[in-house]
């Protein structure tokens, strides 16, 4: 690769053991995939997940000197001083460890926000910028709604991008690899946040490539890009797509496709809809345990939903919204947190649901709107039926759902 000079004082080690381990690793990403170069970065985010490997590493790198060039956003582990108010920390451990990862990133001079959807209130892109974004849901958003420019990086990467500045130019950092590849004619009839998560658990019949989305409605909500991006990588592995006359590299099928023609067509209907959902979710017609949201984290405009359709409805079962600190801030100087914890349900910060704080719920079965939120869960022995967000709020009132 043809390195600048500050690329090459970074892999001599100029700046430290930390910083040339980085590079290191970023210059043999670059070079299996063919790259020529590498390019500076002028955002990231670092999908932390608070397990063993990925404090490991953040630890690693702390304890070698490195800094982060570019302060990346964070994902979420679990928010330590509210679980600690409201006594629901049973392992002292889970806490030690969690306080570990952050002074880890901390460190490193990360931006603690612990927040999986940052593309929407707390590290927005513009057209254009080349970012280092991990997470499931944010590689896509970027990429797609906003049009900035990132591949589909790992954590480590992200962190690695973070503390040298760089990334190796491949794939869609170029014009030519952003151009739609699938024609995806989705004939379903699209009503609420809830048919675009259906819509992204349909990756297996879509199969590899860019989608390039048509039949949808002209207006696609944040919370409906959210939850297409999010769910094409809990059903598959996608980089970006494409909706025509709405992301904006799509004004008309001929650019999506940069003038050439699909490499095959898909037809998503109702019934492709309904069948990916008997397929992902527990049977219905049963009690529940509790409800739980925000797998991506929930915006503000969710939650003011949530307690308007409660109407001060207190539940039967206890409802955890999972959020970002900036809506959990808003929702407190609005009101509507204090209201609706008194009804039982709980705004909270800064957390993941796939996170050791939660093993009280191991074994109870779950409501949610969000297949993802259902598919980590899984291995920490929780289970869950996935409904419409309003069946879901009903059925914590009554506890049982249909």
Same mark, same amino acid.
């Given at each position: 690769m043809k390195l600048t000079q500050d690329q090459q004082d970074l892999l001599d080690g100029k700046y430290g053991p930390g910083a040339q381990l980085a590079m290191k690793v970023q210059v043999a990403v670059g070079e299996s995939f063919g790259a020529e170069r590498m390019v500076p970065i002028t955002r990231a985010h670092v999908a932390l997940s608070n397990q063993d490997a990925d404090q490991w590493l953040a630890e690693k790198m702390a304890n070698l000197g490195a800094k982060c060039r570019i302060s990346p956003t964070v994902n979420p582990g679990w928010c330590l001083p509210y679980f600690r108010e409201k006594g629901m920390v049973q392992d002292e451990e889970d806490y030690k460890f969690m306080e570990r990862t952050h002074n880890a990133y901390k460190k490193l001079g990360a931006t603690l926000s612990y927040n999986c959807t940052p593309y929407i209130d707390t590290n927005v892109p513009n057209f254009g910028e080349i970012v280092a974004y991990s997470e499931s849901s944010a590689t896509p958003y970027v990429n797609s709604v906003w049009g900035a420019r990132s591949n589909r990086e790992g954590a480590n990467s992200a962190l690695f991008a973070s503390i040298t500045g760089y990334v190796?130019?491949?794939?869609?950092? =170029? &014009?030519?690899?952003?151009?739609?590849?699938?024609?995806?004619? +989705? *004939?379903? *009839?699209?009503?609420?946040?809830?048919?675009? @998560?259906?819509?992204?658990?349909?990756?297996?019949?879509?199969?590899?490539?860019? #989608? +390039?989305? +048509?039949?949808?409605?002209? @207006?696609?909500?944040?919370?409906?890009?959210?939850?297409?991006?999010?769910?094409?990588?809990?059903?598959?592995?996608? &980089?970006?797509?494409?909706?025509?006359?709405?992301?904006?590299?799509?004004?008309?099928?001929?650019?999506?496709?940069?003038?050439?023609?699909?490499?095959?067509?898909?037809?998503?209907?109702?019934?492709?809809?309904?069948? +990916?959902?008997?397929?992902?979710?527990?049977?219905?017609?049963?009690?529940?345990?509790?409800?739980? =949201?925000?797998? #991506?984290? =929930?915006?503000?405009?969710?939650?003011? @939903?949530?307690? %308007?359709?409660?109407?001060?409805?207190?539940?039967?079962? *206890?409802?955890?919204?999972?959020?970002?600190? @900036?809506?959990?801030?808003?929702?407190?100087?609005?009101?509507?947190? %204090? %209201?609706?914890?008194?009804?039982?349900?709980?705004?909270?910060?800064?957390?993941? #649901? &796939?996170?050791?704080?939660?093993? =009280?719920?191991?074994?109870?079965?779950?409501?949610?709107?969000?297949?993802?939120?259902?598919?980590?869960?899984?291995?920490?022995?929780?289970?869950?039926?996935?409904?419409?967000?309003?069946?879901?709020? %009903?059925?914590?009132?009554?506890?049982?759902?249909?």
């Open positions: 190796p130019e491949y794939g869609l950092l =170029f &014009d030519e690899n952003r151009k739609g590849t699938i024609l995806v004619e +989705v *004939e379903a *009839e699209m009503k609420t946040p809830y048919d675009y @998560h259906l819509l992204g658990m349909c990756g297996k019949k879509i199969g590899h490539g860019i #989608p +390039v989305f +048509v039949g949808l409605p002209k @207006h696609v909500s944040s919370e409906d890009h959210r939850n297409l991006g999010a769910q094409l990588n809990t059903s598959g592995a996608y &980089d970006m797509y494409h909706i025509v006359g709405v992301t904006p590299e799509a004004p008309d099928l001929e650019t999506a496709f940069g003038g050439k023609e699909p490499q095959r067509k898909v037809v998503i209907t109702e019934e492709d809809l309904k069948a +990916v959902h008997k397929e992902i979710s527990l049977e219905g017609n049963r009690e529940i345990d509790f409800v739980m =949201f925000g797998c #991506p984290h =929930f915006t503000l405009k969710e939650c003011l @939903h949530i307690h %308007e359709r409660l109407n001060g409805r207190k539940l039967s079962k *206890e409802m955890y919204i999972l959020v970002s600190s @900036h809506v959990k801030n808003m929702a407190e100087i609005m009101g509507i947190d %204090e %209201e609706m914890d008194a009804l039982g349900a709980h705004i909270i910060p800064a957390t993941c #649901p &796939d996170q050791p704080i939660w093993k =009280f719920l191991e074994g109870k079965i779950g409501l949610t709107e969000s297949p993802k939120c259902a598919y980590y869960p899984q291995r920490r022995g929780i289970n869950f039926v996935i409904r419409d967000l309003d069946t879901c709020i %009903e059925s914590a009132v009554t506890g049982e759902v249909e």
